[in-house]
């Protein structure tokens, strides 16, 4: 539809204010969590590698990479990369402004 603001916008529109993101939630996917809780920790952390695709704001990343996996988490939208900077500074996760096409 016209007129829709674009992701990008709504990114850069929510500021500090991200609870203004529709579907941010701040806090990784309760049916990630539940899935990580059942699986053995990585045997060799720097080896065991996890991708994060369409990662938002970063709090699945997060989650995966808290549980001692390497995490590259992508997202399409630039401001969302910058949010997840922003938001864990010195995160070990490798966050990349990319298209899954």
Not at 10 to 28: H, Q
Not at 47 to 60: N, P, Q, S
């Amino acid at each position: 539809m016209a007129g829709e603001p674009t992701f990008e916008q709504i990114y850069r529109e929510a500021g500090d204010n991200l609870a203004a993101v529709p579907w941010a939630s701040l806090a990784p996917m309760p049916a990630l969590v539940n899935w990580l809780d059942r699986q053995p920790p990585p045997r060799e952390p720097a080896k065991t590698r996890a991708l994060i695709v369409a990662c938002g704001l970063g709090d699945d990343a997060e989650e995966v990479s808290r549980r001692r996996y390497q995490v590259t988490a992508f997202d399409l939208v630039p401001a969302a990369i910058e949010h997840c900077h922003e938001r864990f500074p010195g995160s070990a996760v490798d966050y990349q402004v990319a298209d899954v096409f």
